[in-house]
Each structure stands twice: as structure tokens, then as C-alpha cells.
């Protein structure tokens, strides 16, 4: 099957005059690392990976606390989106976050990606994410995913058509951080991966 481009990707469905919808944008809210626990985790993650050919790094800008992924939207609605969001967490405090372990996810031996758990003191980062999914779902945006949050920092992924072993690392030695600013992204895709626009930032109480 042929790929789509992404400007045809992030159009809308092509009505009965054969026109193209509205342009689509793919949207997503998450918690931003400081830059210090940002830099810290990328120091670890080029050791903990050295001589892994079977496995892709994450750029440092995608190093975040994914909160609520809504998929593709209308860019008409981003400004919506984004009241929406943040009107919800008021005066909401930051969460308190450290680095706790790997996580392999995927089949047991076959992972598809890997992860640092995040310990939340407090369950801060489970309440700011609960607020923004509870709102932007009575906003009619976003429906909320069956499973529980959880937090935590994707680091690495597996290669297309590689089988990748375990990773046994210790996680990054930091003291625990705070993490005050949550953003709406917009997601391009591209043949050489996503890259991700900052649309809307609120700051939480610190």
C-alpha cells in the first residue's frame, strides 16, 4: 500500500465534491522535563546505549511525560484544545518527579520500546493528567484511555524488523525534580521521524 504524504495524512476526509476537509493537526498535551533532569537523562541514555545497534534513541526534544494523546484533530479546534486543557488545572501544583526504573514494553521478548518509570510523590502528575483527560473529554476532544496513567519518560525504540534484548541499566542518579510546565503539541510525521511544535504552555504552581 503506497504511504501518504503528510500533508494528505493531515488533511481531512475528501468529501463528495472530491475537496479535501478542513486541515487536521495531531495533538497531544504533556508534562515538559526541566532541562537539567532533560540533560541528566540524555547523558544516561547515550551510555546506557552504547554499541545497541538494534535500538533508536529518542530525540531529546520527544523526552517528555506524555499526559493525554488526542490523535488528529481539526486546526480550527487547537485554540478550543488548548482552553480547554488548561482551564482545568487552575492553580494546580507541580509535580514532584524522579527517575525510578526500565521499562521494557511490548511482548515479553519482544519490546517495542523502552521507558524510565517516574516516581510521582504526592500522585501530582496523576492528578494534573486526570484533570486535563476529564476536561478535554467533557469538551467532547479526547476519550480517555481504559487503562491507568503512567508516568514515565520513553527513551529508546526498537528498530522496524530488529528483535531486541533486555536492557539492564540502573535508572539516572537525580535528585527528585520539579516539573511546572505542561504543553500542547502539535506532532508532524515524516519519513525521518516526528518532530514536535509547542502550540500553548501553562505553568503550574511551584
Do not use: N
Not at 156 to 168: E, I, Q, T, Y
Not at 187 to 193: D, E, F, K, N, T
Amino acid at each position: 500500500m503506497a504511504r501518504k504524504r503528510p500533508s494528505e495524512a493531515e488533511s481531512g476526509p475528501v468529501g463528495r465534491s472530491g475537496r479535501p476537509g478542513s486541515p487536521r493537526a495531531r495533538l497531544f498535551v504533556a508534562l515538559e522535563l526541566p532541562d537539567e533532569a532533560r540533560s541528566a537523562l540524555v547523558s544516561w541514555r547515550d551510555a546506557a546505549l552504547t554499541g545497541r545497534s538494534d535500538l533508536r534513541p529518542v530525540t531529546p526534544a520527544a523526552l517528555h511525560v506524555t499526559l493525554v494523546f488526542l490523535g488528529y484533530r481539526a486546526e480550527k479546534e487547537i485554540d478550543a484544545v488548548g482552553e480547554a486543557a488548561f482551564s482545568s488545572l487552575g492553580r494546580a501544583a507541580a509535580p514532584l518527579l524522579a527517575f525510578s526504573s526500565v521499562h521494557a514494553v511490548g511482548p515479553r521478548r519482544e519490546p517495542r520500546l523502552f521507558a524510565l518509570d517516574l516516581t510521582d510523590s504526592g500522585q501530582r502528575c496523576v492528578a494534573v493528567q486526570a484533570a486535563v483527560s476529564d476536561a478535554l473529554a467533557a469538551a467532547r476532544f479526547y476519550k480517555p484511555e481504559k487503562q491507568p496513567f503512567w508516568p514515565h519518560v520513553t527513551f529508546a525504540r526498537v528498530k522496524r524488523g530488529v528483535r531486541a534484548a533486555a536492557l539492564d541499566a540502573s535508572p539516572p542518579q537525580l535528585e527528585p525534580f520539579r516539573a511546572p510546565v505542561v504543553t500542547l503539541y502539535r506532532s508532524h510525521l515524516s519519513p525521518s521521524g516526528a518532530s514536535y511544535e509547542p502550540l500553548r504552555r501553562f505553568h503550574l504552581e511551584t
